[in-house]
């Protein structure tokens, strides 16, 4: 038996992205295409790997199993090839990088901007996620670098992840624009108490931080609605509805909104992380000093 590594990536894709149209999308192919190939590992393992109900599928244990491994797999021959492009000058390859939703355009896009002038041979693959999901994400092997903070509670570090500080974000009070509370220069969280609140959904960084503040502060907060989006946090605190604590990168200016620092301050550390691989990989460095240089 001999295992295909592009039909290895497909299933290690399919364990990532969940449905068949998002590896089909992700790897510009065909929804067709990429079933036939994932039947074609089934016969070439000889293993039940996928489970079909109607037009889904899902991995059996065999099928997470051999996820798992491929993604071992892929990244030893990724680390084969890093060395063997190291022989040469210019970095070369693809990177995962997974970020947290206002660093996505804040930080991520023009990093990729700035990588793609100084190495055009090193290609990134962007996902969104929170730093609850990204850190895990980063352990199981499924991205390669993530933009976090370390000031999240859950996570947990160990000796495999390697950090490089990027920035600190300062955590804000945002307003409507004729809240009484815009007349102050900066505000105390406890001057909030009574106030209707937009809250990131629960469990989240930020949703874990701002029901801290306000406990801390004295008071539960009325939490009248939760958005995993912050465009529609800043437009429920435009139209009047509530008041929110955001991430300062997460402020759109397009937004009518007021913005003011809470006393004492509060901010946020935030990181690059990466497993320590077994041998450099470029491609991953190349990413690392775009992140850096912004």
């Keep these: ?14 364990a990532t992205y969940g449905t068949v149209r998002a590896v089909a999308h992700h790897g510009n192919l065909s929804a067709s295409a990429v079933s036939q190939q994932l039947a074609t590992l089934e016969r070439e393992t000889r293993t039940v790997l996928l489970e079909r109900t109607g037009r889904r599928v899902r991995l059996t244990a065999a099928g997470v199993l051999l996820a798992g491994r491929a993604r071992e797999i892929l990244a030893a021959m990724d680390a084969v090839e890093a060395e063997l492009r190291g022989l040469a000058d210019e970095p070369a390859g693809t990177v995962t990088l997974a970020a947290f939703q206002s660093a996505v355009h804040a930080l991520a896009g023009p990093a990729i901007s700035r990588l793609a002038e100084r190495h055009p041979d090193v290609s990134v693959v962007l996902l969104e996620l929170e730093p609850h999901d990204s850190m895990p994400a980063l352990r199981r092997g499924e991205v390669d670098v993530i933009i976090t903070t370390r000031d999240y509670v859950g996570v947990e570090l160990d000796p495999g992840i390697d950090l490089m500080p990027i920035t600190e974000d300062e955590i804000v009070l945002v307003l409507p624009v004729d809240h009484p509370l815009t007349a102050d220069e900066s505000v105390a969280v406890e001057a909030c108490a009574g106030q209707p609140w ?47 604590v955001l991430p300062s990168l997460a402020i759109d200016p397009r937004y009518r909104v007021v913005t003011r620092p809470l006393t004492p301050p509060v901010t946020r550390r935030i990181t690059a992380a990466v497993r320590r691989p077994p041998a450099p990989r470029p491609e991953i460095t190349a990413v690392l000093s775009a992140l850096r240089a912004g």
């Design 198 to 244: 937009t809250f990131d959904v629960a469990g989240s960084y930020m949703s874990d931080l701002a029901t801290r503040l306000c406990r801390e502060a004295g008071f539960e907060p009325t939490v009248t609605c939760r958005f995993n989006n912050y465009m529609l946090a800043l437009q429920q605190v435009e139209a009047g509805r509530s008041i929110a």
């Design 1 to 14: 038996m001999a295992l295909n590594p592009w039909r290895l990536r497909l299933l290690a894709d399919l």
